[in-house]
T-cell receptor
């Protein structure tokens, strides 16, 4: 069955520290891969996406993600976290251009 | 980038009344729109998918007579919660996907609507 797993429910990092949020998916072929961010009471904002090509993709707000086919992973990274990055992050996987599955989300807390 | 507007952002209504939520794609044609429901501290739950000019496809367990979806144009979809009850209180989010260029294969989200039924 198709699934998206975000193993970390909650992560706390210090401001200025690096960040990596994990995402694993289950699918027979290479799906479309996305990371979205949601601030409290808001909708989702697209951070970055991977469809094909270079497996390291750059997004907005200094985020990047790397697609690793062998690990079925699409982890999100940022070298230096800012206090404004505190939010909920969702990994999403698109299948056959018709459906999208979201992970459970990872809540990021940034310590001063 | 592609912009999706959702209105209202917050609505409070009495039990038994109906509430309409609008979702508009402002700068692209949305051939497909999606409606999600999100419970506190949880992920998004897809309620239904609507294609312009067609009836919506509802996910299993979602009452189509309670959650009426209309996608009458390429830029507008509406969700009407009929005879709302307190258990319908939730955060509803729409998204839109285009068919060309940068909007193809990507869902762009509205800001969400917080529905509170008293």
């Amino acid at each position: 069955a198709q699934s998206v797993t975000q193993p970390d429910i909650h992560i706390t990092v210090s401001e200025g520290a690096s960040l990596e949020l994990r995402c694993n998916y289950s699918y027979g072929a290479t799906p479309y891969l996305f990371w979205y961010v949601q601030s409290p009471g808001q909708g989702l904002q697209l951070l970055l996406k991977y469809f094909s090509g270079d497996t390291l993709v750059q997004g907005i707000k200094g985020f990047e993600a790397e697609f690793k086919r062998s690990q079925s992973s699409f982890n999100l990274r940022k070298p230096s976290v800012h206090w404004s990055d505190a939010a909920e992050y969702f990994c999403a996987v698109g299948y056959n251009n018709n459906d999208m599955r979201f992970g459970a989300g990872t809540r990021l807390t940034v310590k001063p | 980038g592609a912009v999706v507007s959702q209105h209202p952002s917050r609505v409070i209504c009495k039990s038994g009344t109906s509430v309409k939520i609008e979702c508009r794609s402002l700068d692209f044609q949305a051939t497909t729109m999606f409606w999600y429901r999100q419970f506190p501290k949880q992920s998004l739950m897809l309620m239904a998918t609507s294609n312009e000019g067609s009836k919506a496809t509802y996910e299993q367990g979602v009452e189509k007579d309670k959650f009426l979806i209309n996608h009458a144009s390429l830029t507008l979809s509406t969700l009407t919660v009929t005879s709302a009850h307190p258990e319908d209180s939730s955060f509803y989010i729409c998204s839109a996907r285009g068919r060309t260029g940068g909007t193809k294969n990507i869902q762009y989200f509205g800001a969400g609507t917080r529905l509170s039924v008293l």
